[in-house]
Every structure is written in C-alpha cells, then in structure tokens.
C-alpha cells in the first residue's frame, strides 16, 4: 500500500475544495496532488490495498453533520442520508414497512460487520465487480486497455459476469441495495462544488459502458451524494426482493430481483422490475413491467414475465446458468406480491 495523507472534512464545501479526482480518472493515470473520497472506505481501501489506487491525499466525509439522517414522511416520502450505514437502513421499522424489499436487500447485503461500515452513499458509488477489472496485472477497457479479458482471454473467468448489456464490459455493479431503490423510483441528491445541487432519478444515476466505459455513475470528481429520496408509497404498494448467491453465507450476488407493484384485488396496476448482476449497471426489465401490466399476479403470468426478461439476454461462455436462475427468482419475487 502507498502512503497518503489523510483530511478528515468539515463540511460538504471542505471536503471538495480537497478532491481534484475522481477514482475512475486515478485508474488511467496517476497526478501529484490526487485525492478521493472516503465515506465507510470499505471499497476505496480495496483498491489502494491491491495497489491498484494510488491517491497522495484521502478526504474523509464520514463524518460531515447532517449526512446521517432518515426522515420519513406519507406526503413527501423518505430521505436517507448518503452517510447512513447499511446496520442503521437494516434497523429502521418505517423502511421496513413502506419499502419493504430495500430493507430486505439491505439484509442481504454484505456481513453485518461490513453493514456496519458501509455507507449508502459508498454502496451506491463503489465501482463494479471484475476480477480483471481489479487486477492490478489486466488493462481492461476500463482501465484504458485495448481488451475484455473476461470475453477475450483464452479461457476467460466469467461465470459471475454480466448477461445483459454486456457489448464491451461484462463486469458487474455489486450494490444490491442500487436494484431495490430502483425498483422504488429513487433519486440521488448530488451537490457540486459551486453548492448547486441537481436530483438525478436512479436510472440515470448509473452509466452503461456504451455511454462512458470509463464511468459507472454520473458522478465527478467535484461531487458528493448528499442523499437518497424514495417517493411516498401509496397504500396498495407491495414489494419483494430475491438474491441468489452461491453460498449461503455472505458472498456476492449471482443474481438479484426487486419487484415493485401497485396491486389491487390480486391484479398488477404497475409494475417495477428492476435486476441486479445481471448488466454492468442495475437493470430495470421493461420487458417483464411490460408482461405485468393490468393483468393478473398468478404462476402463468409471472412464468412469461421471467422469460420476458429473459430474452434480451447474451450469456457468455461460462454463465449460460444464469438465465434459467433469474428466470426462477424473478418468478418467485413476483409471486411473493400474490
């Protein structure tokens, strides 16, 4: 690990008149003077511990006031905090109760001594998941490399890696937390280092590798999540989510769902499916809302959902299994709405 300074941060305007870089722009080329953020750290320091960061100076605004807030109100919805922990998101009965399946991805994310680290704001930013990617030996198209290894390489590792969306990048977003916010039509509050702030609904707050295969959100280097807003349910919302990971216990998520729906008299109103470790970003199966839509929640129609969402997928040469696992989850997560 190199050595770097470290700036424990006042306040939001503090802590970015300290950053000039973001993560993704360190990954090209290393500049005197480079600084990032760390919120719980649980991913930055990943990358500085396989030598693959390389910052001179690490900013942190965990501990910058107002950022460890939920506040729940029926009118306007809930706010979390960018510096809320994934143990405080776990603990919290209104969550729990109006957005169910965020409280169960929650769960299910990580080891409750990493839920006790990890910041939404952290888990939400932390970049995807590709042993290549992560290599410090493998200049990948994400590292302004010439390759996929993952695609490419004789005998390339890939049997975690993406389905869907996969033209260039195969890799994977890990935040399990990113599908079922999703599914709930969240928006992400960015302030900039002029203190404007702009709202970006969650959709657009993750970039494909068709966009910028540089970038996995919107984020620059002069910003900072300052929060997480959930629209207010109404009163006929249910929801669920499913992961399925190799093991029982922690590991990363082979395949995730978070469906939500507006339900009346046992039929679907509107739906919300949204996939995780499926594509390199969250992805939300317009194909399977479109099969839910005003029609009955029952085995026929969430079996035509599944393989809905299905069809667009691109298996590589070792993960052809997860198209018949998502199918599965994807049928169960629905039901779970009946």
């Given at each position: 690990m190199n050595?770097?300074?470290?700036?424990?941060?006042?306040?939001?305007e503090?802590?970015?008149?300290?950053?000039?870089s973001?993560?993704s722009?360190?990954l090209?080329?290393s500049?005197?003077g480079?600084?990032?953020?760390?919120s719980?750290?649980?991913?930055v320091?990943?990358?500085v511990k396989?030598?693959?960061?390389?910052?001179?100076?690490i900013?942190?605004?965990?501990?910058?006031p107002?950022?460890d807030?939920i506040s729940f109100?029926r009118?306007?919805?809930?706010?979390?905090?960018?510096?809320?922990?994934?143990a405080e998101?776990?603990?919290?009965?209104e969550?729990?109760?109006?957005?169910?399946?965020?409280?169960?991805?929650?769960?299910?994310?990580?080891t409750?001594q990493?839920r006790n680290?990890?910041?939404?704001?952290?888990?939400?930013?932390?970049r995807?998941r590709?042993?290549?990617f992560r290599?410090?030996?493998h200049?990948?198209?994400r590292?302004a490399?010439d390759r996929?290894?993952?695609?490419?390489?004789?005998n390339?590792?890939?049997e975690?890696?993406?389905i869907?969306?996969?033209?260039?990048?195969?890799?994977i977003?890990?935040?399990?937390v990113?599908?079922?916010?999703?599914?709930?039509?969240a928006?992400?509050v960015i302030v900039?280092?002029?203190?404007?702030k702009?709202?970006?609904?969650?959709?657009?707050?993750?970039?494909?590798?068709?966009?910028?295969?540089?970038?996995e959100?919107?984020?620059?280097?002069?910003?900072?999540?300052t929060?997480?807003?959930?629209p207010p349910?109404s009163k006929?919302t249910?929801?669920?989510y499913v992961?399925?990971?190799a093991r029982?216990?922690?590991?990363w998520?082979?395949?995730d769902?978070?469906?939500?729906?507006?339900?009346?008299?046992?039929?679907?109103?509107?739906a919300?499916i949204?996939?995780?470790?499926a594509a390199?970003?969250p992805?939300?199966?317009?194909?399977?809302?479109e099969?839910?839509?005003k029609?009955?929640?029952?085995?026929?129609?969430?079996?035509?959902?599944a393989?809905?969402?299905?069809?667009v997928?691109?298996p590589?040469?070792?993960n052809?299994?997860k198209?018949p696992?998502?199918?599965?989850?994807i049928?169960?997560?629905?039901?779970?709405?009946?």
């Open positions: 050595k770097f300074s470290w700036y424990e941060a006042k306040s939001l503090d802590a970015l008149e300290h950053v000039n973001t993560v722009e360190q090209y080329a500049s005197n480079a600084a990032v953020f760390k719980g750290g649980v991913d320091f990943d990358w396989e030598g693959i960061l390389k910052p001179e100076k900013v942190n605004i965990r501990n910058i107002g950022l807030k109100d009118k306007d919805g809930m706010t979390i905090g960018a510096n809320v922990t994934l998101i776990a603990s919290n009965n969550i729990k109760e109006n957005y169910l399946a965020v409280h169960q991805a929650v769960n299910h994310a990580a409750p990493l680290m990890s910041t939404l704001g952290g888990n939400l930013a932390q995807n590709c042993w290549y290599s410090v030996e200049q990948c198209f590292k490399g996929c290894f993952a695609r490419h390489s004789v390339g590792e890939n975690n890696h993406a869907i969306d996969n033209g260039s990048c195969v890799s977003h890990a935040s399990s990113a599908t079922a916010l999703m599914a709930f039509n928006s992400v900039g280092a002029d203190g404007k702009r709202t970006i609904a969650m959709d657009d707050f993750f970039v494909s590798a068709a966009q910028d295969i540089s970038m959100t919107v984020l620059t280097a002069k910003e900072i999540i929060n997480i807003i959930l349910p006929n249910k929801s669920a992961k399925h990971v029982e216990s922690y590991d998520s082979l395949g769902v978070a469906v939500v729906m507006e339900v009346s008299g046992g039929n679907c109103k509107e919300s949204v996939l995780g470790a390199p970003t992805y939300r199966s317009r194909q399977a809302q099969v839910m839509q029609v009955s929640i029952n085995e026929s129609n969430a079996e035509k959902a393989e809905a969402a299905m069809s997928a691109r590589l040469s070792k052809a299994y198209v696992l998502f199918k599965s989850i049928k169960q997560a629905i039901l779970e709405l009946s």
